[in-house]
């Protein structure tokens, strides 16, 4: 439960949950807005207690793109609050899985033992 991606996803999932109550939204916006945040902050969750489920990242990674073009697809790309506070948590979302992607491969790949060039000689 130490890095600080997970917790960054719980973070931006809860407040692009919680914004539609300082944001103005209709009804596209705000549930668009809380059933993203919320799965963000659930990715970010689920990746805490199983930081070797390299899909919880990539689906971390799938929920920020849809967050960003969420505006688009469901209409609310004219309501400024709501639109910028999901295109900066898709994408801040997006940057978050892209980050822990790597260091999620890392720790799978440490607990293989064995295997490669260097163990064959």
Same mark, same amino acid.
């Given at each position: 439960?130490?890095?600080?991606?997970?917790?960054?996803?719980?973070?931006?999932?809860?407040?692009?949950?919680?914004?539609?109550?300082?944001?103005?939204?209709?009804?596209?916006?705000? /549930?668009? %807005?809380? !059933? =993203? *945040? #919320? @799965?963000?902050?659930? &990715?970010?969750?689920?990746?805490?207690? $199983?930081?070797?489920?390299?899909?919880?990242? /990539?689906? %971390?990674? !799938? =929920? *920020? #793109? @849809?967050?960003?073009? &969420?505006?688009?697809?469901?209409?609310? $790309?004219?309501?400024?609050?709501?639109?910028?506070?999901?295109?900066?948590?898709?994408?801040?979302?997006?940057?978050? &899985?892209?980050?822990?992607?790597?260091?999620?491969?890392?720790?799978?790949?440490?607990?293989?033992?064995?295997?490669?060039?260097?163990?064959?000689?």
């Amino acid at each position: 439960m130490r890095r600080w991606q997970d917790w960054a996803a719980v973070v931006i999932g809860a407040v692009v949950a919680l914004s539609p109550l300082w944001v103005d939204t209709n009804s596209a916006a705000m /549930w668009s %807005m809380i !059933v =993203l *945040g #919320v @799965l963000v902050a659930v &990715a970010g969750l689920a990746n805490m207690m $199983a930081p070797d489920m390299d899909m919880v990242v /990539w689906a %971390m990674g !799938v =929920l *920020g #793109v @849809l967050l960003f073009i &969420a505006p688009w697809v469901t209409g609310y $790309a004219d309501f400024g609050g709501a639109a910028w506070t999901s295109w900066i948590g898709g994408a801040l979302t997006v940057l978050t &899985a892209l980050v822990a992607m790597p260091e999620g491969s890392r720790m799978h790949i440490g607990h293989h033992h064995g295997g490669g060039i260097a163990s064959h000689g």
